[in-house]
């Protein structure tokens, strides 16, 4: 049984930066493509953020050019770098696979971007 672990999360003022990190209990990076969901308070998780195999990255609309997605296989973590932040980017952040079954849902980092 994989466990993810989410931690990085805060609360940032507009224009701010937070970097997440999502450490797994074993080695599942380098095999399967992961990504980063959020889910706002009343919403729908969503798909952020996704990074391939092979590296490949691709981003929701709502956060190309300001978020980066990335892993650090030997350390079975992944990142996502977060400038610019907006107030609708608060939500709790979760990590997980983006194709197949889903591991356990961590317990998320919430991030909170407010004046």
């Known amino acids: 049984q994989v466990q993810l672990v989410e931690s990085g999360g805060g609360l940032v003022q507009p224009g701010g930066s937070l970097r997440l990190s999502c450490a797994a209990s074993?080695?599942?990076?380098?095999?399967?493509?992961m990504g980063w969901y959020r889910q706002a308070p009343g919403k729908q998780r969503e798909l952020v953020a996704a990074?391939?195999?092979?590296?490949?990255?691709n981003y929701a609309d709502s956060v190309k050019g300001r978020f980066t997605i990335s892993r650090d296989n030997a350390k079975n973590t992944m990142y996502l770098e977060m400038n610019s932040l907006k107030p609708e980017d608060t939500a709790v952040y979760y990590c997980?696979?983006?194709?197949?079954?889903?591991?356990?849902w961590g317990q998320g980092a919430q991030v909170t971007v407010s004046s």
């Open positions: 990074i391939t195999t092979g590296g490949d990255t």
């Open positions: 074993r080695s599942i990076f380098s095999i399967n493509a």
């Open positions: 997980n696979r983006v194709a197949g079954f889903l591991y356990a």
